[in-house]
């Protein structure tokens, strides 16, 4: 990529500001309930809403929790007329290089936005800029209803989860939204208001404005709300015949099916290990063909069990607790999609990751490569909406938490570029490819949104933010190539 591309990617239109006073300049436009609190008060970790991971973080000289969405429009405005960068903060599970961008700028807090109506007649739900996923999946399952989401990926890059086999990606269920943009003007963004952006925010939204509101098609419980969880627990030695399996369903996965490998080394025992995890919405009985053959690879644990989805999460990988989602733990991430699954490259990322963190003990790594069915993903057109990349079988995601360190730094980096390119010869693509909301920030805009929609997205970017005020997440340039 060109270095004037990329400077063009990330920078805002004129140098930030660092010098003002958050009360002074924000204060009088705020709504009553809206909080200020600076980066250097005692409370910060308690009243703001804290980051997934403080790895490539930005820095703020506060936070502005909004009460309003009148908040969210008269923050945008003032801070844009003054040059003060800003960032819109939801659940905080954002994690990219690009994101240190933002130096002594604002943290947009919507935590007050978060409430969730469904309307189960209509089979739509509206939910709140800041909702989390708890919140309506605790709302639906009761109700009868589910929606396509069930990871931790967010909505507006696309939406990925074990459902999309059956009901497509989460922004194709995407009805509507509330968006503030870079003006600070407040527009409903859908198939009949503003058409062309709706396109880009389904892919791409978090390059247009703040979402503070909604809404989603939702659909009847599969299988009475009920689905099957199963986690069966491998030695290293297991590693190339669980992929061999694996391989087996690229291009036969059952839509109701999901399976999740995850790679781990135990630094205590000097020991790596398999967890495979099996998601089936549907009956036991059903699923049972699809376990065998796993089981048949002898597992050192297993747990297979039926429970109501939306509680799924509190079972997965034998009910334990994940490190990766712990507040502000310094966590390095990235992924990369697969079209083919083949096992040797599998086989040897193993041995390769299993030696890098036996030499770098400090690094706790994970890698987890996820196989979602894409059946009624492929059957939305691709020119639909703005993500590229509907043909992706299997989600790679590279996870490392370890000590703030230049030198870890450098070495996590140099293994993660060595596995992707691994990876990438036998992916089944020519390139790096992969869900942009797993960017770890060094790609180039063609690999998160592909060559064929960077044009249109481009166009899109310079009419609704021409100043760059909204590029500091995996951003669009406002030139290509």
């Not at 007649?121 to 989390?132: L, S, W």
């Not at 990606?169 to 409903?188: E, F, H, R, Y």
């Not at 706790?364 to 009624?376: D, E, L, S, W, Y």
Request: some cysteine.
């Amino acid at each position: 990529m060109h270095p004037s591309i990329i400077l063009l990617s990330i920078l805002p239109f004129v140098a930030p500001s660092a010098q003002f006073n958050l009360q002074k300049l924000f204060g009088p436009s705020l709504s009553p309930g809206a909080e200020i609190i600076l980066r250097s008060d005692a409370n910060w970790a308690q009243a703001v809403q804290q980051r997934w991971s403080t790895w490539e973080e930005p820095t703020y000289k506060g936070a502005i929790k909004v009460a309003t969405v009148r908040d969210v429009q008269n923050v945008v405005k003032i801070a844009s007329a003054n040059n003060i960068q800003f960032l819109a903060t939801a659940a905080g599970h954002g994690t990219s290089k690009t994101y240190s961008r933002v130096r002594h700028g604002i943290d947009i807090d919507l935590s007050n936005l978060r409430y969730v109506n469904l309307d189960a007649t209509k089979n739509i739900i509206t939910i709140g800029g800041a909702t989390k996923f708890q919140q309506i999946w605790d709302v639906l399952q009761p109700a009868g209803k589910e929606i396509s989401i069930f990871c931790r990926a967010l909505r507006y890059g696309a939406g990925i989860g074990p459902l999309q086999g059956l009901h497509g990606l989460m922004l194709d269920s995407l009805v509507s939204v509330k968006l503030v943009t870079a003006k600070g003007d407040l527009i409903t963004v859908s198939e009949s208001h503003h058409q062309g952006l709706f396109w880009g925010i389904r892919g791409a939204g978090f390059n247009f404005g703040i979402v503070t509101e909604a809404t989603f098609r939702v659909y009847d419980t599969t299988y009475s709300g009920q689905v099957l969880e199963g986690d069966l627990l491998f030695p290293a030695s297991a590693n190339r015949s669980i992929f061999q399996l694996v391989a087996s369903f690229d291009e036969t996965l059952p839509k109701e099916l999901s399976l999740t490998t995850v790679l781990s080394y135990n630094p205590k025992t000097d020991k790596s290990s398999i967890i495979l995890n099996i998601i089936y919405f549907g009956a036991k009985e059903r699923a049972q063909p699809y376990i065998d053959p796993f089981l048949k690879l002898g597992p050192t644990k297993t747990n297979i069990t039926m429970v109501p989805w939306n509680k799924l999460y509190a079972y997965l990988f034998f009910g334990g607790n994940s490190t990766a989602c712990r507040k502000n733990q310094y966590l390095s991430s990235a992924g990369q999609g697969l079209r083919r699954t083949d096992p040797a490259t599998f086989e040897t990322f193993f041995g390769d990751m299993t030696n890098f963190l036996r030499q770098y003990k400090a690094i706790a790594g994970t890698f987890v490569a996820t196989r979602f069915p894409n059946q009624a993903v492929l059957a939305v057109p691709d020119e639909s909406t703005a993500y590229p990349y509907r043909d992706i079988k299997t989600h790679l995601l590279y996870q490392h938490i370890y000590p703030n360190n230049g030198t870890l730094d450098e070495a996590v980096d140099s293994f993660l570029v060595d596995a992707r390119k691994k990876f990438t010869v036998t992916s089944g693509y020519d390139n790096l490819t992969m869900y942009n909301n797993y960017g770890h920030g060094d790609e180039s805009a063609a690999t998160l949104y592909s060559s064929r929609k960077l044009r249109r997205l481009i166009r899109l970017k310079r009419e609704w933010d021409p100043k760059q005020q909204f590029s500091f997440n995996n951003p669009l340039p406002l030139h290509w190539p």
